[in-house]
C-alpha cells in the first residue's frame, strides 16, 4: 500500500453550482473529519452535519461522507464533504481542511495514488481523464470501456502470451541438444502467427480510440482567395473567420473545434501560399506551412473558376495524406467540366470533391469523407478509448513481435527471437503501466484536473 501524507481539493467543476464537493484523501481523515464535523464519522455512510471553522462558527453545511481504505478510490482513507456550490463557501472549507493538517493536491494526485495502490492501472487511469474530457456520447462510450478494463485486459492478455511463448524459446534453447527440435514444432509459429493477427485486432480498436480521444487535426491549405475562411465557417458554423474578396485576409492560423459523428476535428484555416513582398503575410505563410507539416490530413483547396495549386514543395519530405477539394463550384461557366480543371491543375481532380463553400453544395459529402479518414469504421465493435503513447507502444511491441516471428522462420539467431519477444512485451506494459518510468507518470497525472 502507498502511503504519504494527507491531500485536499476542490473535486467539482469552477464557478457557481447547487453542490461543490471537497476531496480529502490520506492518513489524517479521520482526524480532520473530527475537526470540521465535530462528529465521529461511520464508513460510508452519508451524514449531514455542519462544517465548522477552529471557533466551531458554522461554514456552511452539507453531507460528509468517510470511506476507509483500501475501500476507497484511492486506497486511502477519504472524506467527501458536499456543500453548497459557491466558490467563496467551497475555499472556506478547503482552507479549513488544510488548516487541519492536509496540503494542497496536485492534479491528478488522486488518481495518481490509485494507480499506485493498485485500484487501476494507468490505461484505466487515463481513462479518468479521458471520460471528463469526452467531447461526445461515443467517445465517452469508449472511455467507459478502458475505464472498466477492457483495454488493459487485451493488452494484459497479449502481454501474457508473449511471456509464454519467450518461455518456450528459452527452454527450446536450453535443451537445443535434445534429439527434439522444439523451435520447429509448428504450434509454435501458429501461436506467433495467432499474436500476430490479435495485435491488429487491438492495434484498430486503440487506434479508433485515439480518434475518439485526440481528434484529427485537419488543416485548410491553398493560394490566396480560394475559399478557406469560407470553407472553415461553412463546416463549422461560424463565422470564425474573416471573409472577403482580398487576397491576403488571413494572416494567421485560426483553430476551430468541431465533433462529426463522434469525431473530434480540429480545424486550422491558413493563410493563403503565394509570393508576396509583405512580410507580415510572409510570416502568415511560414505559419501556414508549419501547420501542414504538423497536420493529420490536409484539404488543398482550389478554386473551380483558376484552379492553382499550393506550392507545398518545401513539404516534401513530410508524408501526409491529402484531398484536393475544388471550391466555387457555383461560378462554373457552362460547358467547363471537372477533367478540364485536372488538366489545369496536373492532379487527379476527377476524384477530389467538388463544393460550393458559400451555397453549402457537396459539404456533407466532404464531412463524411472526413469522417471516412477519420477511422469511423462501424466495423471495429467495443472501441475504447485510447491515446498517442499507446499507439507507440504497440507499434514498437508488434514491429518486435514480427521480429521475432521472422527470425523463427528463416531459423536466424533463434536465440533473438526470445529477445525480440523481451522488448515487445516490454514495450506493451507501458499501455498497463507494469513497465514505467517517473518522466511517465508525471506526464500522463500532470494533464488531469485538481480534484481528481
Not at 466551531?56 to 481504505?69: M, N, P, S, Y
Not at 487541519?100 to 492501472?121: H, S
Not at 527434439?180 to 487506434?207: G, T, V
Not at 472553415?232 to 468541431?258: K, Q, Y
Request: one cysteine or more; glycine letters at 8%; proline letters at 3%.
Amino acid at each position: 500500500m502507498y502511503t504519504a501524507d494527507t491531500i485536499a481539493a476542490i473535486a467539482s467543476g469552477a464557478g457557481r453550482a447547487g453542490v461543490g464537493i471537497v476531496r480529502v484523501s490520506g492518513p489524517k481523515v479521520e482526524h480532520i473529519a473530527q475537526q470540521l464535523t465535530g462528529v465521529a464519522l461511520s464508513p460510508r455512510q452519508a451524514r449531514y452535519v455542519p462544517f465548522v471553522d477552529a471557533d466551531k462558527q458554522t461554514i456552511d453545511e452539507g453531507l460528509a461522507i468517510r470511506f476507509v481504505g483500501p475501500h476507497s478510490y484511492t486506497g486511502e482513507d477519504v472524506l467527501e464533504l458536499q456543500g453548497h456550490g459557491g466558490p467563496i463557501v467551497l475555499d472556506m472549507v478547503l482552507s479549513r481542511v488544510l488548516a487541519c493538517g492536509a496540503r494542497p493536491a496536485r492534479p491528478g494526485e488522486f488518481t495518481e495514488r490509485a494507480f499506485l495502490n493498485d485500484k487501476m492501472d494507468l490505461a484505466q487511469a487515463e481513462a479518468v481523464a479521458d471520460l471528463i474530457d469526452a467531447s461526445s456520447q461515443t467517445a465517452a462510450k469508449a472511455a467507459m470501456r478502458s475505464l472498466d478494463g477492457e483495454f488493459s485486459a487485451s493488452v494484459n492478455a497479449i502481454s501474457d502470451e508473449l511471456m509464454n511463448l519467450r518461455a518456450w524459446l528459452e527452454a527450446a534453447l536450453d535443451f537445443s541438444e535434445e534429439e527434439i527440435d522444439f523451435l520447429s514444432d509448428p504450434a509454435l509459429s501458429q501461436r506467433m502467427e495467432q499474436l500476430i493477427k490479435d495485435f491488429d485486432s487491438l492495434f484498430a480498436r486503440a487506434s479508433q480510440g485515439s480518434r475518439l480521444t485526440e481528434g484529427l487535426t485537419v488543416v485548410i491549405a491553398g493560394v490566396a482567395n480560394v475559399g478557406k475562411s469560407s470553407l472553415l465557417n461553412a463546416l463549422s458554423g461560424t463565422d470564425r473567420a474573416i471573409v472577403t474578396d482580398i487576397a491576403g485576409t488571413t494572416r494567421d492560423v485560426l483553430h476551430e473545434h468541431i465533433v462529426l459523428d463522434g469525431i473530434p476535428l480540429h480545424l486550422i484555416d491558413t493563410a493563403g501560399i503565394r509570393l508576396t513582398d509583405d512580410v507580415v503575410e510572409q510570416q502568415g505563410i511560414q505559419r501556414a506551412q508549419q501547420a501542414v507539416s504538423m497536420a493529420d490530413h490536409v484539404l488543398v483547396l482550389v478554386d473551380a473558376t483558376n484552379p492553382v495549386l499550393p506550392d507545398l514543395s518545401a513539404l516534401n519530405d513530410v508524408a501526409i495524406p491529402t484531398t484536393v477539394v475544388i471550391n466555387k463550384m457555383d461560378r462554373l461557366t457552362a460547358g467547363v467540366t471537372v477533367d478540364d480543371i485536372a488538366l489545369r491543375t496536373h492532379t487527379q481532380a476527377k476524384t477530389a470533391l467538388c463544393i460550393s463553400a458559400k451555397r453549402g453544395d457537396g459539404l456533407n459529402e466532404l464531412k463524411q469523407h472526413l469522417i471516412k479518414i477519420a477511422g469511423r469504421d462501424q466495423a471495429v465493435e467495443g472501441v475504447f478509448s485510447a491515446r498517442r503513447r499507446h499507439l507507440d507502444a504497440l507499434t514498437r511491441s508488434q514491429e518486435a513481435t514480427h521480429a521475432a516471428l521472422t527470425r523463427l522462420r528463416t531459423a536466424q539467431l533463434p536465440e533473438l527471437a526470445a529477445e525480440e519477444l523481451r522488448l515487445a512485451r516490454e514495450a506493451l506494459d507501458e499501455v498497463t503501466g507494469r513497465f514505467d518510468t517517473e518522466d511517465l507518470l508525471g506526464k500522463v497525472f500532470s494533464q488531469f484536473c485538481i480534484g481528481k
